[in-house]
C-alpha cells in the first residue's frame, strides 16, 4: 500500500534504511550519554563513532537465521565496530526501547508532512471561498431544498472543518513525540534516567513518565485515530461534492482532463472518481484505528501483539492520508463551479426557502405561532400544487400575495423585501471575518 500511494517524502520516513538509520542514532546517542556519565571510555565511544555502520541486505541476512530484528541490527553494527568498542553497543537497552523511540521519531515526522498538506489544502479552500462569497445556491437538509446559502460559506464551512483537522494532528504529533529508554520492564535498572533524557532531547522527544517494555499503545492509538478522524473530514467533502455533481444537481463537478475517459462501456461518462477514491480510503483509515485500539491492551508489561500490526497500519495510515490530503486540494484546485446551475435549482423551489422568513415576520406582527405556521404552510402547499398543475401562479410570493390573510399583515413591497437572498446573506461578511478570511 505505501509503495503505490506514499509521496516520495512519506514514503522515506517509513522506508526500512530510515527506520535502521534511526536505531543507529539512537545507540549512539545512549552511548554518548554512557560516556559523559564515566562509564564508556572516551576512546571506545570515537571508535563507535567512527565506525558504526549497517548494511541492509546484511540485517537481513542475519535476520533470516535469527529471526530478531533488533539483533540481527546489533549484530551488523556491532560487526563494523568491532571489538573492544562493540561491547558498549546496546548496553542496557531492550529491544523496545530503540523500537518505541525510533517509531516517535518516524510518527513526529509523518505528523509534520500531514500538518503541512493541510495548511496547503486550507490555503487553496480559503481562496475559492473567497471567490464565490456571494454566489447563490439552495442549501440541503435532508437532500431537500431548505434555504438558500453561498457557495462561499460551503466552502468556509470547509475550511473551518480543516481547522480543527489541523489542530487535531498538532496535538497527536505532540501526543506521539514520546521515547522510552527505560529497559525491559520500564524501571530503568540498568541505564539512568538521564541516559532517557539526553536521547530524547536530542531526538526532540520527551521521555515517558512511566512506561513498561514498551511506550503505552493509548498514545498510537490516539495518534491513528487521529489520522481516521482527518481522513473522515476528507471523505465528508468528497461526498459532498460527488453529491453535487450528479447530473440532475451539477452545481460543480470533478476536473475532467483532455484525453481523460470515464467508462469503457459509456463514452459520455464524467465520474467523480476522486471524490470516489477519497471516500474508500477513509473507509481503511477508520479499519486502521480499530486495529490500533485493540493494540492497546497488551499483556501485563509487554507482549509483542501490537508489533506485526504497526508495521502495517503506520507507514499505510500515514501514506494513505497524505495522499488524500494532497489529492483532495488538487480536487478542490481544480472543481469546475456552474454558478448558473445553482440558481436554476435555487429557483426550482418557486421561493419556498422563504417560509421561515414569513413565518418569523408574521410572529413579529402579533400571530401566535400556530396561526403563522398554519398561513405559511398552507400557501406553500398551494405554491406546490400549482408547480405540478402547471398553473402561472406556481411562485411562493404570489401566492402569499393573493391570500388574504397574510397579505393584510403586511404593507406594500415589504413582502417582496422579505422575499430576497439579500435577506438570506446579511450575515455572511460576518462569517467571513470571524474565520479569518
Known amino acids: 500500500m505505501i509503495q503505490r500511494y506514499a509521496r516520495p517524502a512519506m514514503r522515506e520516513i517509513w522506508s526500512e534504511q530510515r527506520k535502521l538509520e534511526i536505531w543507529l542514532r539512537i545507540e549512539l546517542l545512549a552511548s554518548e550519554a554512557l560516556c559523559a556519565a564515566g562509564l564508556v571510555p572516551r576512546r571506545d565511544l570515537a571508535q563507535m563513532k567512527r565506525r558504526a555502520a549497517f548494511r541492509l541486505e546484511r540485517c537481513r541476512e542475519l535476520e533470516r537465521t535469527l529471526n530478531h530484528d533488533v539483533i540481527a541490527?546489533?549484530?551488523?553494527?556491532?560487526?563494523?565496530?568491532?571489538?573492544?568498542?562493540?561491547?558498549?553497543?546496546?548496553?542496557?537497552?531492550?529491544s523496545s526501547d530503540i523500537l518505541d523511540t525510533a517509531l516517535a521519531v518516524q510518527m513526529v515526522q509523518a505528523a509534520d508532512l500531514l500538518i503541512a498538506d493541510v495548511k496547503a489544502l486550507r490555503r487553496v479552500v480559503a481562496a475559492r471561498?473567497?471567490?464565490?462569497?456571494?454566489?447563490?445556491?439552495i442549501g440541503r437538509s435532508h437532500g431537500i431544498h431548505a434555504e438558500p446559502i453561498t457557495f462561499g460559506l460551503k466552502l468556509a464551512l470547509m475550511y473551518d472543518e480543516f481547522g480543527r483537522?489541523?489542530?487535531?494532528?498538532?496535538?497527536?504529533?505532540?501526543?506521539?513525540?514520546?521515547?522510552?529508554?527505560?529497559?525491559?520492564?520500564?524501571t530503568s535498572a540498568h541505564l539512568a534516567?538521564?541516559?532517557?533524557?539526553?536521547?530524547?532531547?536530542?531526538?526532540?522527544?520527551?521521555?515517558?513518565?512511566?512506561?513498561?517494555?514498551?511506550?503505552?499503545?493509548?498514545?498510537?492509538?490516539?495518534?491513528i485515530g487521529a489520522l481516521a478522524l482527518v481522513g473522515a473530514s476528507v471523505e465528508r467533502w468528497a461526498t459532498e461534492f460527488r453529491h453535487l455533481q450528479r447530473t440532475e444537481v451539477l452545481e460543480v463537478e470533478e476536473f475532467f482532463a483532455p484525453g481523460q475517459k470515464g467508462s469503457s462501456a459509456m463514452p459520455h461518462k464524467r465520474n467523480p472518481i476522486t471524490g470516489e477514491r477519497l471516500s474508500g480510503l477513509a473507509r481503511v483509515l477508520r479499519g486502521h484505528a480499530l486495529?490500533?485500539?485493540?493494540?492497546?491492551?497488551l499483556w501485563h508489561e509487554r507482549d509483542i501483539s501490537h508489533s506485526s500490526v504497526e508495521r502495517i497500519i503506520f507507514p499505510d495510515s500515514c501514506a494513505l492520508l497524505d495522499y488524500m490530503l494532497v489529492t483532495l486540494t488538487r480536487l478542490v484546485r481544480g472543481l469546475v463551479v456552474y454558478p448558473a446551475n445553482m440558481r436554476r435549482n435555487l429557483d426550482l423551489s418557486l421561493g419556498l426557502w422563504n417560509s421561515q422568513t414569513v413565518l418569523l415576520a408574521l410572529i413579529r406582527k402579533g400571530l401566535d405561532r400556530e396561526r403563522a405556521y398554519e398561513l405559511v404552510q398552507r400557501n406553500a402547499m398551494r405554491t406546490w400544487q400549482a408547480k405540478h398543475a402547471g398553473r402561472p401562479d406556481a411562485d411562493f410570493l404570489r401566492q402569499l400575495q393573493s391570500d388574504p390573510d397574510v397579505a393584510r399583515h403586511f404593507q406594500r413591497g415589504e413582502l417582496e423585501s422579505l422575499c430576497s437572498l439579500d435577506f438570506h446573506f446579511r450575515q455572511v461578511k460576518y462569517r467571513f471575518r470571524k474565520l479569518g478570511l
Not at 129 to 137: D, L
Not at 165 to 178: G, I, S
Request: overall charge positive.
Open 73 to 94: 541490527f546489533t549484530t551488523n553494527v556491532a560487526e563494523q565496530i568491532g571489538a573492544p568498542a562493540s561491547r558498549w553497543l546496546h548496553f542496557g537497552l531492550t
Open 129 to 137: 471561498a473567497k471567490k464565490y462569497q456571494f454566489t447563490p445556491m
Open 165 to 186: 483537522a489541523l489542530r487535531r494532528l498538532e496535538t497527536a504529533r505532540a501526543t506521539a513525540a514520546t521515547g522510552k529508554l527505560s529497559g525491559a520492564v520500564g
Open 193 to 223: 534516567p538521564r541516559v532517557e533524557a539526553l536521547v530524547c532531547r536530542k531526538l526532540g522527544l520527551r521521555p515517558a513518565s512511566l512506561a513498561t517494555q514498551v511506550v503505552q499503545r493509548d498514545r498510537h492509538a490516539e495518534f
Open 291 to 297: 486495529a490500533a485500539l485493540e493494540n492497546v491492551a
